[in-house]
């Protein structure tokens, strides 16, 4: 059980386009979900955390209008990198919390490996 | 200063050795201490969590937190070319988890 599907796990895209990036729980309800970004031999960066129905948090630094996360359902967020440049590039990792974890237990997705030309 | 901060590693060790990894965390008050492997490109699994002090054994995997020197470890015996991974030690604290920057291991057969 606890099963975290992201979709795509591979993109590839021209600058100044959106890209939109899946979060699922396939088998357990996901009340908060964690996106994280991770740079080649660094650790995982928390970029946002979203409570199903709510406004995501988002930490220092990162640019909400350009990062757009949705979290309408209990097993499903969504994250929206917005006319995305070659800095965005970068491998992003979502996890989710919910009614099979302990609180300060989480389940990660795959991650998504986005390449920005 | 970083909450956690983890040895970078790469460690490279020949298979049947002993592994020590190890973190050294900022706040004495942390109380939730994990440990995930991540594989290449994928997303961590979570390993151990351990809660204050003491250790905790699961297998060929122990952890350890040292909350006098605020110093977290996972030894793993027996180490094996599967455990090949990288290793990210990782604190809660108040709804968020903080990590280290990852051990890259590698398990020679």
């Known amino acids: 059980g606890a099963v975290v599907s992201q979709h795509p796990s591979r993109v590839i895209c021209k600058s100044g386009t959106s890209v939109k990036i899946e979060c699922r729980s396939l088998d357990f309800q996901a009340t908060t979900m964690f996106w994280y970004r991770q740079f080649p031999k660094k650790s995982l960066m928390l970029m946002a955390t979203?409570?199903?129905?709510?406004?995501?948090?988002?930490e220092q630094g990162v640019e909400k209008d350009k990062f757009l996360i949705n979290h309408a359902s209990l097993t499903l967020s969504t994250l929206t990198v917005t006319s995305a440049h070659p800095e965005d590039s970068s491998f992003y990792i979502c996890?989710?919390?919910?009614?099979?974890?302990?609180?300060?237990?989480?389940?990660f997705g795959p991650g998504t490996r986005l390449t920005v030309l | 200063q970083k909450e956690v901060e983890q040895d970078p590693g790469p460690l490279s060790v020949p298979e049947g050795a002993i592994v020590s990894l190890n973190c050294t965390y900022s706040?004495?008050?942390?109380?939730?201490f994990m440990w995930y492997r991540q594989y290449s490109r994928k997303g961590p699994e979570l390993l151990m969590y351990?809660?204050?002090?003491g250790n905790k054994e699961d297998g060929r995997f122990t952890a350890q937190v040292d909350k006098s020197s605020k110093y977290i470890s996972l030894f793993i015996r027996d180490s094996q070319p599967s455990d090949s991974a990288t290793y990210l030690c990782a604190i809660y604290n108040f709804n968020k988890f903080y990590f280290g920057s990852g051990t890259k291991l590698n398990v020679k057969p």
């Open positions: 996890s989710a919390r919910g009614s099979v974890s302990s609180y300060n237990e989480q389940f």
């Open positions: 706040n004495s008050a942390f109380q939730y």
């Open positions: 351990t809660y204050s002090s």
């Open positions: 979203s409570n199903e129905g709510s406004k995501a948090t988002y």
